[in-house]
């Protein structure tokens, strides 16, 4: 899953409510499914267009790769998400979502977002995505990715880039690790001639080296590293690891390469929810204290006429 924003805003707000809730893309092409799921095509429209400032609107998507299949329950739930974290500290009267949700001809759910630029209370511009909302949009979208599993923009596997990335060793042997961990944890992967295989389908590996107790992976730069834990070991098998882990004590913590990998995705997931909460509690301090600035001030004012 991830979330991105558009530049586009300053343009005819009823032509982009037109736009998402038509049956047909900018191809002309028919999608397989549009339904509005929040707000109102005609409420966003007039909003806009009542709107004094520049930017009439903010426009974005929530996009879910095809092979993740979120359930009704859960598009819902990331919505929710969404507007507590894009509008912290507001109430409801203060702003309008519009979200539809589209089911793409590969299958993927694509939920797009409109939001007039106007904080409804006191007329002012409302930009829910300012410069260097990436980095506060991504714990939402991380929590999310790795609660359920579903497909990371941040993994190497997906990226689609023309220039060899530069990793270090650290670095390299850590996203190929978290790769194999999420194919263990789909039952993709048995034993270490599987294990070898997704190595070698990794990006920038041109061979693999199974050994007793490591696999060896070869780069395109020249460059060699060894990769080592439970998974990467001669006597790997997907069976007994796991019964082998029951059977284990919970005096000693499991290293990276060879804990339970649904241990590891919901360490992370809690991980991402902490700092999710983390920066809404900011917000939400932020927007009290200018809150009570602003009431301070204007009482002072008040008391001097």
Known sequence: ????????????????????????DHT?????????????????????????????????????????????EQIYEVLDRFEETAFAGLELEQYHLFATRHIEEDGSTHIHILVPRLELNTGKSLNIAPPGHENYYAPLRDYFNYKYAWARPDDPLRAKTLKEPRFTKKEFLGYLNEYIQELVMHDVVHNQADVAQAIKEYPHVINVRPSKNYIAVDL????????????YEAGFQLSTYYENRREQTNTSKPSRGTQDTTEYALERTREHEQRL???????????????????????TLSSKL
């Open 277 to 299: 909460t983390q920066q809404l509690n900011q917000r939400l301090t932020s927007v009290g204290n200018y809150q009570e600035n602003l009431a301070g001030l204007v009482q």
């Open 28 to 72: 002309k092409s028919l999608r397989a499914g549009v339904e509005v799921i929040c707000g109102d095509p005609k409420i966003f429209t007039a909003l806009c267009e009542a709107n004094p400032h520049k930017w009439k609107y903010t426009s974005g998507v929530i996009a879910v790769a095809p092979t993740d299949n979120p359930t009704e």
């Open 220 to 231: 395109k730069d020249g460059k060699t590293h060894r990769i080592k834990g439970a998974f």
């Open 1 to 24: 899953m991830n979330i991105r924003f558009f530049k586009h805003g300053q343009g005819s707000a009823k032509l982009a409510a037109e736009y998402v809730v038509n049956d047909v």
